[in-house]
C-alpha cells in the first residue's frame, strides 16, 4: 500500500503532484572517489543510546564485529563523533534529565575517556575549569538584544533556555576544534577540545531568531555539515525553523529553506518554520544537498539557494534519517516511516530505500532486515556510511538493533540486537 | 570536615567510592558546600546547580537530618548536625519513573 500525506492526512500517492520533479539526467554521472582498501583498514561505528554508548568494531570485511560498552551507562548519549583530523579523538554528547549535560572526549580511540577540564587546575591561569559543560547564550549588549526570546508552543515568546547537546560536528582540520548543536536552538563552537565553548550567536541573530519554535522534540538545532572543500561553508538544520547557512565561518547566517513547501504551517512556503529532519551531502560535491523533511524529500543542487522534491515512488516520505553514498553522489539512502503519528515502518517491514539517480526513482532494500512484526524507528542522527570502497552503511533503531550493509545496502545484518534504544550512529573508516 | 553523599552518577563522574568529605571556610550553607565540592571535583560543575543563576536542577535533591532541604534558601545555614560532621549532606536524584 503506498501512502502520501496530504493536509496533515494519508492518501493514494497517485495524486500527489510531480510537478516540481528534476530529470534525472540533468545530473552528471556519479563521481568516483577514492575510497579504502577493505583489506587493510577497519572501521569503528560509534553508537549513541538511551542508556549508554557503544563502540562496534570490525576489519575492512565487515563481518565480525566486537562490541564495546556501554561507557557512560545509565546515561543519555545523544550523538558522538570522531575527528576527521584525528581519529582517536572522539567527541560525547552526554546528558541526563537528572544531572544535566556533559561534554566528554576521548584521545585514543574511545578507550578512555575524559572531561575537559573536568579535573583539578594544576596551575593558576590555566583552563578554567569545569566549564566543558557550560552553554551559555550570548547576551552581549551587540547581539544579545534581539536574541532574549523565540516563540513558543502557545505563541508567546520565551526564553532562550540551554537543555542539551544534540549534535557534535568536529573539524575537518582541527581535533581541537568542534562545533554543537543545541536546544534551545543555537550553534556553539570550541576550539580548545572542549573545555570552553562559546556561541556563534550570529545564527540566532540574523533576524528570523524570535519567530523560531519548538517542533514535538524542542526546539533543537540537530545537523552541522562543514564543507569540505570550504570550511567557513557551514550548513545547518532546526527543528522546526529550518535549514541555514553561513559562508563567513559563522559569522552570518542565511535561511536556506526556499522551494520547501510545508502544509502544517500557516504560509507552506515560509522563509522559516520547516520541520527538517536531516541533510546530508556527498563530500565530492558538496553544493548538492539531501534533505529529509517532516514529510518530503528534498534535494538542491545549489548550496541550499533552491530545494526540489524527490519523493517520487517512496511508499511514504515521512523519515528522520537520510545519507549519500561515499563514493556516489547520486546514490541516496532513507528508511521511510509512516506519518507523524505513528513513528514505525509502514506494514511492520523495515525497509531502507536507495535511490541511484539523486531522487526520484527508489528501491526497497531489504535482504537481511525484518520484512514482519516490525514497530521500530530509526532517529535522525543514526545513519551513517563508511568510505571503503565497498561501502559501508549502518544504521540503529529505537528498538536497540544496529544494522550494517558492507555491500551499499544490497544485504543487511544485525551487528548488534538489543541494545537501548539507538540515538545516533557514526562511523569511522581507519588505515 | 563536612560529610557529602553523592548519587551513583555523581560519584563515577567524580571517580569516588562511598561518601567524600569537604572543607568549608565560614558558614555552612548549601552555597558554600556545593561551592566545596564543585572545587574539588569540578567535573561536578553543572551536575547539581546551574552554571550561570546556580539554581539547583529540577530533578535534584537536598537532605540533612532526615529534612528536604531543596526549597531552602541557598545561604540558610545547614543543621549543627552537618556543620560538626556527625551527619551527611545528601545530594539525591529524585525518584522518576513508572
Same mark, same amino acid.
Given at each position: 500500500?503506498?501512502?502520501?500525506?496530504?493536509?496533515?492526512? +494519508?492518501?493514494?500517492?497517485? *495524486?500527489?503532484?510531480?510537478?516540481?520533479?528534476?530529470?534525472?539526467?540533468?545530473?552528471?554521472?556519479?563521481?568516483?572517489?577514492?575510497?579504502?582498501?577493505?583489506?587493510?583498514?577497519?572501521?569503528?561505528?560509534?553508537?549513541?543510546?538511551?542508556?549508554?554508548? !557503544?563502540?562496534?568494531?570490525?576489519? &575492512?570485511?565487515?563481518?565480525?564485529?566486537?562490541?564495546?560498552?556501554?561507557?557512560?551507562?545509565?546515561?543519555?548519549?545523544?550523538?558522538?563523533?570522531?575527528?576527521?583530523?584525528?581519529?582517536?579523538?572522539?567527541?560525547?554528547?552526554? *546528558?541526563?534529565? @537528572? !544531572?544535566?549535560?556533559?561534554?566528554?572526549?576521548?584521545? %585514543?580511540?574511545?578507550?578512555? /575517556?575524559?572531561?575537559?577540564?573536568?579535573?583539578?587546575?594544576?596551575?593558576?591561569?590555566?583552563?578554567?575549569?569545569?566549564?566543558?559543560?557550560?552553554?551559555?547564550?550570548?547576551?552581549?549588549?551587540?547581539?544579545?538584544?534581539?536574541?532574549? $526570546?523565540?516563540? /513558543?508552543?502557545?505563541?508567546?515568546?520565551?526564553?532562550?533556555?540551554?537543555?542539551?547537546? @544534540?549534535?557534535?560536528?568536529?573539524?575537518?582540520?582541527?581535533?581541537?576544534?568542534?562545533?554543537?548543536?543545541?536546544?534551545?536552538?543555537?550553534?556553539?563552537?570550541?576550539?580548545? #577540545?572542549?573545555? =570552553? @565553548?562559546?556561541?556563534?550567536?550570529?545564527?540566532?541573530?540574523? #533576524? =528570523?531568531?524570535?519567530?523560531?519554535?519548538?517542533?514535538?522534540?524542542?526546539?533543537?538545532?540537530? $545537523?552541522?555539515?562543514?564543507?569540505?572543500?570550504?570550511?567557513?561553508?557551514?550548513?545547518?538544520?532546526?527543528?522546526?525553523?529550518?535549514?541555514?547557512?553561513?559562508?563567513?565561518?559563522?559569522?552570518?547566517?542565511?535561511?536556506?529553506?526556499?522551494?520547501?513547501?510545508?502544509?502544517?504551517?500557516?504560509?507552506?512556503?515560509?522563509?522559516?518554520?520547516?520541520?527538517?529532519?536531516?541533510?546530508?551531502?556527498?563530500?565530492?560535491?558538496?553544493?548538492?544537498?539531501?534533505?529529509?523533511?517532516?514529510?518530503?524529500?528534498?534535494?538542491?543542487?545549489?548550496? &541550499?539557494?533552491?530545494?526540489?522534491?524527490?519523493?517520487?515512488? +517512496?511508499?511514504?516520505? !515521512?523519515?528522520?534519517?537520510?545519507?549519500?553514498?561515499?563514493?556516489?553522489?547520486?546514490?541516496?539512502?532513507?528508511?521511510?516511516?509512516?506519518?507523524?503519528?505513528?513513528?514505525?515502518?509502514?506494514? #511492520?517491514?523495515?525497509?531502507?530505500?536507495?535511490?541511484? $539517480?539523486?531522487?526520484?526513482?527508489?528501491?526497497?532494500? =531489504?535482504? &537481511?532486515?525484518?520484512?514482519?512484526?516490525?514497530?521500530?524507528?530509526?532517529?535522525?542522527?543514526?545513519?551513517?556510511?563508511?568510505? +571503503? %570502497?565497498?561501502?559501508?552503511?549502518?544504521?540503529?533503531?529505537?528498538?536497540?538493533?544496529?544494522?550494517?550493509?558492507?555491500?551499499?545496502?544490497?544485504?543487511?545484518?544485525?551487528?548488534?540486537?538489543?541494545?537501548?534504544?539507538?540515538?545516533?550512529?557514526?562511523?569511522? $573508516?581507519?588505515? | 570536615?563536612?560529610?557529602?553523599?553523592?548519587?551513583?552518577?555523581?560519584?563515577?563522574?567524580?571517580?569516588?567510592?562511598?561518601?567524600?568529605?569537604?572543607?568549608?571556610?565560614?558558614?555552612?550553607?548549601?552555597?558554600?558546600?556545593?561551592?566545596?565540592?564543585?572545587?574539588?571535583?569540578?567535573?561536578?560543575?553543572?551536575?547539581?546547580?546551574?552554571?550561570?543563576?546556580?539554581?539547583?536542577?529540577?530533578?535534584?535533591?537536598?537532605?540533612?537530618?532526615?529534612?528536604?532541604?531543596?526549597?531552602?534558601?541557598?545561604?540558610?545555614?545547614?543543621?549543627?548536625?552537618?556543620?560538626?560532621?556527625?551527619?551527611?549532606?545528601?545530594?539525591?536524584?529524585?525518584?522518576?519513573?513508572?
Amino acid at each position: 500500500m503506498k501512502m502520501k500525506k496530504s493536509k496533515g492526512r +494519508l492518501t493514494d500517492s497517485k *495524486t500527489r503532484r510531480h510537478s516540481n520533479r528534476m530529470t534525472i539526467n540533468a545530473h552528471p554521472p556519479a563521481l568516483k572517489s577514492a575510497g579504502m582498501a577493505s583489506g587493510l583498514s577497519s572501521v569503528r561505528v560509534l553508537v549513541g543510546t538511551r542508556k549508554g554508548a !557503544f563502540i562496534l568494531e570490525s576489519d &575492512g570485511k565487515r563481518e565480525k564485529w566486537n562490541v564495546n560498552g556501554p561507557h557512560f551507562a545509565g546515561w543519555e548519549i545523544y550523538h558522538m563523533k570522531g575527528s576527521p583530523a584525528d581519529p582517536n579523538r572522539i567527541y560525547v554528547s552526554q *546528558t541526563s534529565g @537528572w !544531572f544535566g549535560q556533559l561534554i566528554r572526549r576521548s584521545s %585514543d580511540g574511545g578507550k578512555t /575517556w575524559e572531561t575537559p577540564g573536568g579535573e583539578k587546575v594544576p596551575q593558576p591561569g590555566d583552563f578554567p575549569s569545569g566549564q566543558s559543560n557550560k552553554f551559555v547564550y550570548d547576551t552581549t549588549p551587540e547581539t544579545g538584544k534581539p536574541l532574549t $526570546t523565540h516563540q /513558543w508552543y502557545d505563541g508567546t515568546q520565551h526564553p532562550w533556555e540551554f537543555k542539551r547537546v @544534540w549534535h557534535l560536528e568536529p573539524s575537518i582540520t582541527d581535533p581541537d576544534t568542534a562545533y554543537a548543536g543545541i536546544e534551545d536552538a543555537a550553534i556553539f563552537r570550541t576550539t580548545n #577540545g572542549g573545555h =570552553t @565553548w562559546h556561541e556563534l550567536a550570529g545564527l540566532r541573530g540574523h #533576524g =528570523t531568531g524570535p519567530k523560531w519554535q519548538p517542533g514535538a522534540g524542542g526546539l533543537c538545532l540537530h $545537523t552541522i555539515l562543514i564543507d569540505p572543500s570550504d570550511p567557513g561553508r557551514i550548513y545547518v538544520a532546526i527543528s522546526a525553523a529550518g535549514a541555514f547557512r553561513t559562508d563567513d565561518g559563522g559569522m552570518t547566517w542565511k535561511p536556506i529553506n526556499q522551494g520547501l513547501r510545508s502544509k502544517y504551517i500557516p504560509d507552506p512556503t515560509a522563509e522559516i518554520g520547516h520541520c527538517v529532519h536531516r541533510i546530508a551531502l556527498n563530500k565530492a560535491r558538496p553544493n548538492v544537498l539531501f534533505m529529509q523533511k517532516h514529510w518530503d524529500v528534498m534535494r538542491s543542487d545549489n548550496a &541550499g539557494d533552491m530545494w526540489h522534491e524527490v519523493s517520487g515512488n +517512496l511508499p511514504t516520505d !515521512f523519515g528522520f534519517v537520510i545519507d549519500v553514498h561515499a563514493h556516489e553522489p547520486e546514490t541516496v539512502y532513507v528508511v521511510p516511516i509512516k506519518s507523524d503519528g505513528e513513528h514505525f515502518p509502514m506494514d #511492520g517491514k523495515l525497509r531502507v530505500y536507495r535511490s541511484r $539517480t539523486g531522487g526520484n526513482e527508489w528501491e526497497a532494500l =531489504t535482504k &537481511g532486515l525484518p520484512q514482519r512484526d516490525c514497530y521500530v524507528n530509526v532517529l535522525r542522527d543514526a545513519m551513517a556510511v563508511d568510505q +571503503l %570502497d565497498s561501502c559501508g552503511i549502518y544504521f540503529g533503531t529505537t528498538g536497540g538493533q544496529v544494522y550494517a550493509s558492507a555491500d551499499a545496502g544490497d544485504t543487511w545484518e544485525p551487528i548488534v540486537r538489543d541494545l537501548p534504544a539507538v540515538l545516533s550512529v557514526e562511523v569511522q $573508516t581507519l588505515q | 570536615m563536612i560529610r557529602v553523599i553523592l548519587p551513583q552518577h555523581l560519584r563515577t563522574l567524580a571517580r569516588v567510592e562511598g561518601e567524600v568529605q569537604v572543607e568549608v571556610q565560614g558558614p555552612v550553607t548549601q552555597r558554600s558546600v556545593l561551592d566545596a565540592i564543585e572545587a574539588r571535583f569540578p567535573v561536578l560543575c553543572g551536575t547539581m546547580r546551574d552554571h550561570v543563576t546556580f539554581k539547583r536542577r529540577p530533578f535534584i535533591r537536598f537532605f540533612a537530618c532526615q529534612e528536604d532541604w531543596s526549597h531552602e534558601a541557598p545561604d540558610s545555614p545547614l543543621p549543627e548536625a552537618v556543620a560538626t560532621g556527625t551527619e551527611p549532606f545528601m545530594v539525591i536524584g529524585a525518584i522518576a519513573g513508572g
